[in-house]
């Protein structure tokens, strides 16, 4: 979320909340002679919903931020092994190469060198 957007729905947080207390004030918790109530009412459902929506707001960013942070920790953590794993097993390729390598170059029963066979014959 943007610094503007974060600012925005800030203040109309701020809006519902003054809104709403101006209200409760005025018709609340007086004695209810402060004016018409359906259009109090009208006035506080409108703001509610402008004020819920930038709660919303604010509360989803912060938790898809944490659902972000979350996802981006596991793929280095999964890159990290993938990594880890690829490089254990060129080690172990390696390995097995050089012991076939020397299994093939002797003889095991008369220990004499014996030049590798790298081709087929035609």
């Known amino acids: 979320m943007n610094k503007g957007t974060k600012i925005a729905a800030w203040l109309l947080t701020g ?3 003054v809104v709403a207390l101006v209200l ?11 004016g018409n109530w359906e259009r109090a009412l009208t006035i506080f459902n409108a703001f509610s ?8 707001v604010l509360l989803g960013t912060t ?5 972000v ?5 596991q793929a280095v953590a999964a890159k990290t092994s ?4 690829a490089e254990q097993a060129k080690k172990t390729i390696r390995r097995r190469q050089e012991e076939a390598r020397q299994h093939f ?3 095991p029963s008369s220990g004499i060198l ?3 066979y790298s081709r087929r014959p035609d």
Do not use: W
Not at 49 to 54: E, L, M, Q, R, V
């Open 15 to 17: 809006l519902y909340v």
């Open 24 to 34: 409760l004030s005025r018709f609340g918790l007086g004695d209810g002679s402060g």
């Open 49 to 56: 919903a402008i004020g819920f929506a930038a709660v919303g």
């Open 63 to 67: 938790v898809q931020q944490v659902n």
């Open 69 to 73: 942070s979350n996802a981006q920790n």
């Open 82 to 85: 993938e990594d880890r794993m």
């Open 105 to 107: 170059r002797r003889r």
């Open 114 to 116: 014996v030049r590798p």
